[in-house]
Nanobody
Framework: QLQLVESGGGLVQPGGSLRLSCAAS????????LGWFRQAPGKEREGVSS???????YYTDSVKGRFTISRDNAKNTVYLQMNNLKPEDTAVYYC??????????WGQGTQVTVSS
């Protein structure tokens, strides 16, 4: 069974940067669309970014120009580089293979807090 483990979250000041990593085990990821989602307190989970097996990317409007998703199939890992972070980016960030199975396959999440 696929297991996804996020890392790289933490506390950062506005304007700072973080790089999230998602390491997969149990299944190779090269043929799957992978994504990052986030959930802020009191809000629904939203899609942040995704990347297809052939490298096409998607970003929600609020992060365009600031976040970059990438994948390293040899390492079975997906990354999210987050620059110029804003307080409204504060959330728990999850990586997922959203089309794997009826509800996708999800990691446990990593907390990102943007505050001065």
């Amino acid at each position: 069974q696929l297991q996804l483990v996020e890392s790289g979250g933490g506390l950062v000041q506005p304007g700072g940067s973080l790089r999230l990593s998602c390491a997969a085990s149990g299944l190779t990821l090269d043929v799957y669309t992978l994504g990052w989602f986030r959930q802020a307190p009191g809000k629904e989970r939203e899609g942040v970014s995704s990347i297809t097996s052939d490298g096409n990317t998607y970003y929600t409007d609020s992060v365009k120009g600031r976040f970059t998703i990438s994948r390293d199939n040899a390492k079975n890992t997906v990354y999210l580089q987050m620059n110029n972070l804003k307080p409204e980016d504060t959330a728990v960030y999850y990586c997922a293979a959203p089309y794997l199975g009826p509800g996708g396959s999800w990691g446990q999440g990593t907390q990102v807090t943007v505050s001065s």
